[in-house]
Nanobody, 122 residues
Framework: QVQLVESGGGLVQAGGSLRLSCAAS????????MGWFRQAPGKEREFVGT????????YYADSVKGRFTISRDNAKNTVYLQMNSLKPEDTAVYYC???????????????WGQGTQVTVSS
């Protein structure tokens, strides 16, 4: 089992940057594909991006491609989401999640963090 705790959210102006972290418990972190999702008020939770177990491959939603970067440090059991050129429409609660599959589908992620709020002001 994996427990996930996100941190790093906050309030930022449009055009600014934030880095989210997700710390995982357990010895098997390096065997999980890690994903980031977000949920804005009144909307479905949506895929942001994912990173493979080794960190060698990443995949992003079109809405964040070129602005967001996912990385991981398996020695520290941590995955990161670097968010640049933030826009008001990026405002949401951001969640990290873990799966043993290679997937961008929310339903295939087994473990979720509690989320961290990101608010981008215009």
């Amino acid at each position: 089992q994996v427990q996930l705790v996100e941190s790093g959210g906050g309030l930022v102006q449009a055009g600014g940057s934030l880095r989210l972290s997700c710390a995982a418990s357990g010895r098997t972190f390096s065997s999980y594909t890690m994903g980031w999702f977000r949920q804005a008020p009144g909307k479905e939770r949506e895929f942001v991006g994912t990173i493979t177990v080794s960190g060698s491959n990443t995949y992003y939603a079109d809405s964040v491609k070129g602005r967001f970067t996912i990385s991981r440090d398996n020695a520290k059991n941590t995955v990161y989401l670097q968010m640049n050129s933030l826009k008001p429409e990026d405002t949401a609660v951001y969640y990290c999640a873990a799966t043993r599959r290679s997937s961008w589908l929310r339903s295939e992620y087994d473990y979720w963090g509690q989320g961290t709020q990101v608010t981008v002001s215009s």
